[in-house]
Structures are given as structure tokens and as C-alpha cells.
């Protein structure tokens, strides 16, 4: 992914109330593959999330987040998008430059308190204070790993948890953020798709972990330059709280980050893949499969989205935009990590618009998958270059804290029996970000 280029070593890297609007059909996984019932739990069947209407997910049906209060009848900021807030204000007859001064002071300014925005009158200070509140997720636990990575864990709200991580390197700092509590796609090599679906993120909830991260380390001079909605969750199963969220993170008068800096990974929702091109981010596709029978066995969706007709996608988003997609591509132990499984890889994307990103596996409880050997992974890498494909191999990294990917769960715990020394990659041309800000 482009984000993630600079940790990269070839190259330069890097329960609550369940959604009462979200509807979802449980794929019947032996159904057309009787083989995959016995590689694949009857429970871990991937679900076909319906996307939400506008209304769905409207400000006044948003899901109760942190702190939420059934007394509370003002709105949280951190919901609006800077065309929502200027509806808002409208109804209370307000100019629609009110809503940028607010959002300069907010995201610019980082001042949440009315009495401090100046430019404001006196009787409109107080009269938003009765209408808006500025509430952020609660970060429950802040762990650093040995190599400079770090990982948040929020509270979400009623017992949920999701986390979000901090990816350094010497040019750029990203961040990967999650968009919802567990996930339906059932993933089999990741740790989140062990959790069912549990409720999607608001827009609050996602530009929150942003700025509280940006706010923690914000007071150490740094800056967080890159945003991917690579953690906790499908982004695109919750299609209207991502893109709204985007539509702060990139808005001048919000976050102002290149569009060039935001990627949308997506394990192949195919139904609402167009909605990236319309936001002209960046796609990154969660692959991890040469053909259909690998790839339905260690990603169900693809029983509902065969590789053809995401391939076929992932040109119409090129031929929009004219930006390359990342393909994120898992290195399972003899499963997807031989030399002829790498030409087969090739050969599959040979004519589509791409760079491989190749993700040795990270292990975590229960996965009943291992890490291939760093020689492996190594001659895997090499052959795909020989064949002539861009592919970078991701430095991993985080692995000592739970954070790197296939890692993030609802708990932040440093795992207690996890060996992490049966690879060095990641230790060469190791690039750091001790201090400043990077270039954005």
C-alpha cells in the first residue's frame, strides 16, 4: 500500500446495541465447496453486509459511541462533516461560514472550548454550547513497541474496545484506523475476523481516533502525515461513516490531508469499491489468494466476489482515477508462499494496474496457519521481481505488541507466549522516525 511504502524493504514503505440499521446474510460456505467445511468454522461464514442509506447513517441516527448519554440532547462535533454542520446550523438560522470558523478552530487549532473562539459572537458562543459538545473515544491503553511502533486502544462504549496503530518511518507517519467493532468477512488468517460483527463505527468514532493519536503525539513535535483504514473491520461494509470521515480528514478547513495520503483497503466488497474512485483515495485489495479455490478457502467474500469480477473492479477504479491498487498478498506457510504459487500470482495480475505488496504472516492464537521462513519469503519476493511485477515486501513490524497486521483485535494485551524471533525481516534496512515532522 502506498501508505505503507516506507516500511517497506525493497523499496521506500509503509457489547453495546448491535447497528439496529445494518442487515446482513450469512453465505452458506459448504453450500458450492464442500471441501471448505473442513477448513473453514460454520461460523466464520462471511456475511454480506447491505449497504447504508444517507439516512441511516444521519446524525440523528448515529450509533451510540463513548460516553454516550440518553439524557444528552446536543450533538458531538467530531460527527459532522463541514456540509452537515452547515445544515445544522441553517436549522438554527445561522450563516453557513460559521461552520468553516468552527472547523478551522477545532481541527486546526485543535480549541474546543466556545468561550475561546473569538471570532464568534458572545450570544452564539453561548448558544452552541447548549447544541454541541466535543467528545472524543477514550484511549484505555497506549503500548510502544521496540521498533518505534505504536498501538491505541479506545473505548468505544458498553464493554467495546477497538484499536488503532501508528506505523513510523523516516519520511512519513501513518496511521491505521479501524472502522468497526469485529468484522463479517471471516478472514481466516486474521485476528479480527475471529469476532463477529459487532457494531459499525460513526464518523465520531473514526475522526476520533485521528486526533486523539494526533493529540498524543502532537505534545512530542510529531505529525501524523498518512491515514489507512486498514485496521479493525471492512472499511466498505460501513461505506457512510468512512467517507464521512474521510471528507473531514481531507477537508481544508478539517484535517487537510492530501487525498493522495488516504487508502481505503477493502478485501473485495465489490458493491461499493466505486465509492474510493468517487473519493479519488488510494485502493488497497486484500488479495492473498493466485486463484479462486485458494483464495475462497482463506477469504469466504471471494465465494460472493470471485477474483474475476474483483479484477475486473479494480481496472474500472484505474481507468477513474488513474492510480495504481495496491494488492496486499498474505505469505501463508504451503499455502500461498511457493515459487509456483508467485508465477501464478503474476500471471493472475499481469494486466491489471498494481504493485504486490507481500505480508509474511503474522502469527496470533488459533490461526492454525504459520509463518513461512524468511528464505522463503525472500525467494517468493525475488521471483515475483524476476517475473517483472512492481512488489515490495512489507518490513513487519509492531509484532511484539499485537500490532502488526492480521494482529488487531479488541484487546491490547502484549502477548505472553508469542515468539517473534523465527524472522529477521524488518531488522534490514531498518528506517526509523526519531524525531521532527515527516514531509507531507
Not at 88 to 100: H, I, N, V
Not at 182 to 204: D, E, P, S, V
Not at 279 to 305: C, F, H, Q, T
Not at 314 to 321: G, N, S
Request: proline content about 4%; overall charge neutral; aromatic content about 8%.
Amino acid at each position: 500500500m502506498d501508505e505503507l511504502n516506507g516500511a517497506a524493504i525493497s523499496s521506500t514503505e509503509l457489547a453495546t446495541q448491535v447497528n439496529q440499521s445494518a442487515k446482513s446474510e450469512t453465505t452458506d460456505l459448504e453450500k458450492n465447496d464442500p471441501q471448505s467445511t473442513s477448513q473453514l468454522n460454520s461460523q466464520n461464514a462471511v456475511e454480506k453486509a447491505e449497504p447504508q442509506s444517507a439516512s441511516q447513517n444521519s446524525l440523528a441516527n448515529e450509533q451510540k459511541p463513548a460516553g454516550y448519554n440518553v439524557e444528552e440532547t446536543r450533538q458531538n462535533f467530531y460527527s459532522f462533516t463541514l456540509e452537515s454542520l452547515e445544515a445544522f446550523l441553517k436549522t438554527y438560522g445561522k450563516e453557513k461560514f460559521r461552520a468553516q470558523q468552527i472547523f478551522k478552530w477545532v481541527y486546526e487549532q485543535r480549541v474546543t472550548d466556545f468561550d475561546q473562539m473569538l471570532n464568534l459572537s458572545k450570544d452564539l458562543r453561548a448558544e452552541l454550547k447548549n447544541l454541541i459538545t466535543f467528545e472524543l473515544p477514550p484511549i484505555l491503553k497506549h503500548l510502544i513497541s521496540v521498533d518505534g511502533t505504536q498501538k491505541f486502544l479506545f473505548d468505544v462504549g458498553q464493554g467495546n474496545s477497538i484499536e488503532a496503530v501508528v506505523i513510523p518511518s523516516d519520511d512519513r507517519l501513518t496511521l491505521c484506523v479501524s472502522s468497526e467493532i469485529g468484522c463479517n468477512m471471516a478472514c481466516q488468517f486474521c485476528f479480527t475476523g475471529k469476532q463477529k460483527l459487532k457494531r459499525r463505527l460513526t464518523i465520531a468514532e473514526i475522526v476520533g481516533q485521528f486526533m486523539q493519536v494526533q493529540d498524543v503525539i502532537g505534545k512530542k513535535g510529531l505529525r501524523l502525515s498518512n491515514i489507512v483504514f486498514m485496521g479493525m473491520g471492512e472499511p466498505l461494509d460501513n461505506p457512510d461513516a468512512v467517507f464521512g470521515a474521510i471528507d473531514v480528514i481531507h477537508s481544508p478547513w478539517g484535517v487537510n490531508l492530501s487525498r493522495k495520503k488516504i487508502t481505503v483497503s477493502t478485501s473485495g466488497l465489490i458493491p461499493e469499491m466505486y465509492r474510493v474512485a468517487q473519493a479519488k483515495v488510494r485502493l488497497a485489495v486484500s488479495l492473498n489468494g493466485y486463484d479462486d479455490e485458494v483464495r475462497s478457502k482463506v477469504m469466504p467474500i471471494n465465494k460472493k466476489y470471485p477474483l474475476k469480477d474483483l479484477l475486473d473492479e479494480c481496472r474500472r477504479y484505474y481507468r477513474a482515477t488513474g492510480d495504481k491498487i495496491t494488492m496486499e498478498y498474505v505469505l501463508l506457510k504451503g499455502v500461498t508462499d511457493q515459487i509456483e504459487h508467485a508465477r501464478k500470482l503474476v500471471d493472475l495480475l499481469r494486466d491489471v494496474p498494481c504493485k504486490i505488496n507481500i505480508i509474511p504472516f503474522n502469527e496470533h492464537p488459533g490461526s492454525g496457519f504459520e509463518r513461512p521462513s524468511d528464505e522463503t519469503v525472500q525467494a517468493f519476493h525475488k521471483k515475483c521481481m524476476d517475473l517483472g511485477a512492481q512488489v515490495l515486501l512489507r518490513r513487519t513490524m509492531g509484532r511484539d505488541i499485537y500490532a502488526a497486521c492480521g494482529q488487531l483485535t479488541t484487546k491490547v494485551d502484549r502477548p505472553e507466549n508469542m515468539d517473534i524471533s523465527n524472522s529477521k525481516i524488518g531488522g534490514t534496512n531498518v528506517r526509523s522516525f526519531s524525531g521532527g515532522q515527516p514531509s507531507v
